[in-house]
Nanobody
Framework: QVQLVESGGGLVQAGGSLRLSCAAS????????MGWFRQAPGKEREFVAA????????LYVDSVKGRFTISRDNAKKTVYLQMNSLKPEDTAVYYC????????????????????WGQGTQVTVSS
């Protein structure tokens, strides 16, 4: 089994920054892809970013390119989402997820591709 625990959410003014963390435990992750998703009230869960645990080019949704950066620390088994230049429309619950079938790459950003999910952390950006 895989357990994912997010942290780092909070309230920030527009233009500010936050760094989300996702601590992973359980099985080894070397072949997994790790993703960040978000869900705003009344909206569907949306893909934000993903990367292979082994490294390589990350994948981002267009709306966060140039503002968000996904990274990981293998020793700490932690994935990060650095969010800069935050906008009110970034307000959502952010979820970390793991795709165990990625075979060292990133299959994509569909929630159904990710088997393991954290509990979510709230990010609120005020205008």
């Amino acid at each position: 089994q895989v357990q994912l625990v997010e942290s780092g959410g909070g309230l920030v003014q527009a233009g500010g920054s936050l760094r989300l963390s996702c601590a992973a435990s359980g099985r080894t992750f070397s072949s997994y892809a790790m993703g960040w998703f978000r869900q705003a009230p009344g909206k569907e869960r949306e893909f934000v970013a993903a990367m292979a645990w082994s490294g390589g080019t990350p994948l981002y949704v267009d709306s966060v390119k140039g503002r968000f950066t996904i990274s990981r620390d293998n020793a700490k088994k932690t994935v990060y989402l650095q969010m800069n230049s935050l906008k009110p429309e970034d307000t959502a619950v952010y979820y970390c997820a793991a795709d165990p079938y990625a075979r060292g790459g990133v299959r994509g950003g569909r929630p159904a591709q990710y088997d393991y999910w954290g509990q979510g952390t709230q990010v609120t950006v005020s205008s």
